[in-house]
């Protein structure tokens, strides 16, 4: 159910939204760099392989964005909130 906010209102509610975004950017990010340059920065012939992947690939990028899917959907269903962007009616 959409409720109708105050500007000021919606405005701290979008900027507390942009930050909780900005930080699962910046947590997938670590996370997909820290694997992929952590478990890869060896030669290719050390390398671990997990289903026919090396372990840096599986990790950064099979096993992270899956976190992050699952981490966003439980951003925008616990913190997120549903508001109305229709401009309010001005009072006469």
């Not at 979008?14 to 478990?39: D, N, Q, R, S």
Request: with cysteine; proline share 5%; glycine share 8%.
């Amino acid at each position: 159910m959409k409720t109708k906010q105050p500007v000021k209102k919606r405005w701290s509610i979008t900027a507390k939204e942009a930050l909780i975004g900005l930080g699962i950017v910046v947590i997938h990010f670590c996370l997909w760099f820290g694997f992929a340059y952590g478990l890869g920065s060896g030669p290719p012939s050390e390398y671990q392989y997990i289903a026919g992947l090396p372990a840096w690939f599986f990790f950064s990028c099979i096993v992270v964005p899956i976190f992050i899917i699952i981490l966003v959907s439980l951003a925008v269903r616990f913190f997120f909130t549903d508001i109305s962007l229709e401009e309010e009616e001005e009072k006469r």
